[in-house]
C-alpha cells in the first residue's frame, strides 16, 4: 500500500474507531441493569441530518438491554423508513412503530433518545409525561441548540455527558446550569456511571436532593 493509501486507511480507521466510541459512550448509562424501559425504546424526532445517528443509538441499545419494539417520532416518511432499515439491518427482529407525536412517544417507553439539531426542545415541557424516563441527548452540539426541555433536568437533578468539553459546547448542559436548574457539580462524566461511582436512577436523585 503506498504511503498516501497508508494515510487515507489510517484516517479512515481513526474515524470509525472514534464514531463507535462516541456512540458506545451515549448509550453507556442505558444498561441492562437499569429499573424501567425494559421493553421499549424511543427515538425522538428523528432530524434531517441525524437520521444514520438515531438509527445507530437504537441499534446499541438493542445490543445492551432486552429491547423489544422501537417507537419513533419522524416528520419525513423517508427518514423513518432509512431509520427503520437500518435499524432492522443489524438488529433483526426489533419491530420499528411511528408515532403520531412526542406525547404519544412519552407514554408507549421509559427510555429516551433525542438526535436533532433542534435549537428549542422537541418534547414537552411537562413534568407528569416525562417524570420516571431516561432521556439521552445526542444531537446538540452548540450552545444555541436544546433537545430536552427544562422539566427533564429537574425532575432528574443529575446529569451524565459524555466529554469534559460539553459544559462548554452543548447547550443541553449550559442551559439548565445557567437557569439555575442544575448546578455544575451536578453534571458528571458517564464513567462514572459505568464503574458504579454514580446512578442516573431517580431514587438515587431523590435521596440527594
Given amino acids: 500500500m ?3 493509501q497508508q494515510r487515507r486507511h489510517s484516517s479512515t480507521i481513526g474515524s470509525n474507531v472514534s464514531t463507535f466510541r462516541t456512540r458506545s459512550h451515549r448509550i453507556a448509562a442505558a444498561n441492562p441493569n437499569r429499573r424501567g424501559g425494559r421493553g421499549g425504546l424511543a427515538c ?3 432530524g434531517e441530518n441525524r437520521c444514520t445517528e438515531a ?5 446499541f441499545a438493542c445490543a445492551v438491554r432486552p429491547i423489544r419494539e422501537v417507537f419513533c417520532v419522524s416528520r419525513s416518511t423517508v427518514k423513518f423508513e432509512k431509520f ?8 433483526p427482529g426489533i419491530r420499528i412503530t411511528q408515532c ?6 412519552l407514554a408507549r417507553t ?4 433525542t438526535a436533532t439539531t433542534s435549537a428549542e426542545p422537541v418534547l414537552p415541557d411537562e413534568s407528569n409525561l416525562l417524570v420516571n424516563k431516561h432521556f439521552i441527548s445526542v444531537g446538540s452540539f452548540s450552545p444555541t441548540m436544546q433537545e430536552l426541555p427544562d422539566s427533564v433536568y429537574r425532575l432528574a437533578g443529575l446529569l451524565a455527558v459524555d466529554s469534559q468539553h ?5 447547550g443541553d ?5 445557567r437557569k439555575g436548574i442544575i448546578r455544575e457539580s451536578d453534571v458528571f462524566s458517564i464513567a462514572e456511571c459505568v464503574t458504579g461511582k454514580r446512578t442516573l436512577d431517580s431514587a438515587a436523585s431523590e435521596e440527594r436532593s
Fill in 84 to 91: 427503520a432499515t437500518t435499524v432492522n439491518r443489524h438488529a
Fill in 166 to 170: 460539553a459544559g462548554q459546547e452543548v
Fill in 44 to 46: 425522538a424526532r428523528i
Fill in 55 to 59: 438509527a445507530w443509538q437504537a441499534i
Fill in 173 to 177: 448542559v449550559i442551559n439548565p446550569i
Fill in 100 to 105: 403520531h407525536d412526542a406525547s404519544e412517544l
Fill in 2 to 4: 503506498a504511503p498516501n
Fill in 110 to 113: 421509559a427510555l429516551v433518545v
